[in-house]
């Protein structure tokens, strides 16, 4: 139990980086250098008034300097991020590289969700670094077999390679095709394709919904990122019931 709680402050505590990792991406900042300033009105924030959600919910969701709102998004990521990694400790039931493995794929997958959400980019160093790591300790430790991740690699990538050469980059973009590859090293052959199909089913079913609440037209821009790595996490933790209910479906 203690261990439970353990993960999920890990969690929230990785959360409030990936909330100031992304700022700090979008506004071309380092995020080594510099102190937490308010993106509003740009004063420092003091330790006290940075404490992941605690200081969201003391300052009830106000800078204390310019009393602008703070976005929901970050105390939402923070926990959401607690709450993911808790539950993932408490499935694999222990410490291990697996479940090191299972947080390291969901901290850059909820970057890439988030970023792509707000931002509608997908950035390399969310896909293609981790992926190559992935890559390397999936093939040292087994953990599949390297025809299963090199398949699926090949299916995530070349899926929207096709794609990108048919629609000469209109449709998508090279993130998406990046994003793919590191879905393929994730959850290797054939469980890239339950991904790709959730994460098409999810996609067309918000846009019809957004579109019925005309918040949307169809040229709209679809962060398509949010639902890969969405889809990607879904698929990691219960691809084999996914595919398992839709075959017997058929
Ligand atoms: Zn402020």
């Known amino acids: 139990m203690i261990h439970i709680l353990i993960l999920f402050i890990i969690g929230v505590l990785l959360g409030s980086f990936l909330n100031a990792w992304i700022w700090r991406t979008r506004e071309k900042k380092s995020i080594v250098r510099g102190r937490s300033i308010c993106p509003l009105c740009g004063a420092s ?66 970057f890439v969700f988030v970023y792509d959400l707000f931002y509608k980019e997908i950035w390399d160093r969310a896909s293609t670094i981790p992926a190559i790591i992935l890559a390397l300790f999936t093939l040292i430790y087994g953990w599949m077999a390297w025809q299963s991740m090199l398949i699926g690699a090949l299916v995530g990538a070349g899926f929207f390679l096709l794609q990108f050469v048919i629609s000469k980059g209109k449709w998508i973009g090279g993130g998406d095709i990046r994003l793919g590859l590191f879905m393929g090293v994730i959850l290797g052959w054939p469980h890239i394709l339950v991904a790709l199909m959730i994460a098409y ?16 037209t169809l040229a709209s821009e679809t962060p ?12 990691m933790f219960w691809g084999e019931q996914i595919m398992s209910w839709y075959i017997g479906l058929l």
Do not use: Q
């Open 224 to 235: 398509f990122g949010t639902y890969l790595a969405f889809a990607t996490v879904l698929t």
């Open 45 to 110: 924030i003091m330790w006290f008034d940075n404490i992941p959600v605690i200081s969201f919910l003391i300052l009830a969701g106000k800078c204390r300097a310019c009393k602008k709102p703070i976005a929901l998004r970050y105390p939402i990521v923070e926990l959401f991020v607690g709450i993911v990694f808790a539950y993932t400790y408490w499935k694999h039931g222990m410490i291990s590289l697996e479940l090191i493995r299972d947080l390291f794929i969901i901290f850059f997958l909820t």
């Open 201 to 216: 089913v999810v996609g067309a079913v918000i846009s019809i919904i957004l579109m019925a609440l005309k918040k949307k």
